[in-house]
């Protein structure tokens, strides 16, 4: 009844979820990342805080003023890059038939939609920035005032709601455990992907390096599908600029990173996580994407990871280790 209870809550704050999701992930990510500074470095908490925040204010202003319309032109270029390949005849029948194939689903079309989709976002960057201000500066008060904050939550424990108190504290717990952790795996993976895949991109020589970056990082972040998403745009670039040598190159420098990924990085970030089945992964973007739109894509994984956590279903060798243990 508590857990539907929260749900009901959220459910009513769903135009604050950006907000609130945001303000979690800032706060678990800083909090982890003051934790692995304050376990090298002796140092008031909160100076580390101050100074992690002054850091990451300083680098999103400097990102707004200066990149921001160089990103916006790239973007057009990248857009127009696309869209000249496929209103163009290539001398190779094959890239002709896929062309014809796309163009009978009118992929044109969906391109100018994507426009108008990045269009809006630009032009609404001003509520997306003061969205993100809003919870950097709730994460920064969470930060400052967290042994403060613990101590008069506390209290709720002996009140008249201690027992929806209680309830809410264990799911707090599997929340922060499974959500953040997978959350947390998964931007770190995101950000290896990025820098592995820009180096690479580099070195071929591709145009619009920046906006490519970018949208491998926001891909990375998307399990599974984000890796399949980012190779249609590449590999038109690589036919571009070197023909069919160049795709080739693209596809090993995938295969490769998303190797890395699975057998190196999801092993050793989420080593207590649940595999799920690939089968089960497309289900859970599907519907999250549909319900829920981007944020779905992003913490779907998470979000069904709690949820298996919550009712118990964990691998067995692994429970049994830990049962060991």
Partial sequence: MV?????????????MM???????????????????????????????VLLLYAIIALVLTFVVVKYVPLLTEQIKQLVNFINHFFTTDSNN???????NLANQVDVMKYTEQGVQIVVTYLTNIGVVLFNVFIALMLSLFFSLGKDQLVKFTNQFATSKIAFIYEEIKYFGKKFVSTFGKVIEAQFLIAIVNCVLTTISLWILGFPQLMTLSIMVFLLG????AGVIISMVPLTII????GGFQY??????????????????????LMSAKTDLPVFYTFIILIFGEHFFGIWGLIVGIPVVMFFLDVLGVTDQAEHMLEKKT
């Fill in 247 to 268: 795709i080739f190159y693209i596809i090993v420098i995938v295969v490769v990173i998303h190797a890395l990924e699975s057998y190196v990085l999801n092993p050793k």
């Fill in 93 to 99: 029948e094959f890239i002709n038939y896929v062309v």
């Fill in 3 to 15: 857990f539907i209870l929260v749900a009901f809550v959220l459910y009513l704050l769903r135009s």
């Fill in 238 to 241: 690589a036919y571009t600029i």
């Fill in 221 to 224: 972040l998307i399990p599974v």
């Fill in 18 to 48: 950006d907000i609130i999701l945001l303000t979690f992930i800032f706060s678990f990510l800083i909090t982890r990342l003051e934790g692995f500074i304050l376990r090298r470095i002796s140092i008031y908490r909160q100076v580390i």
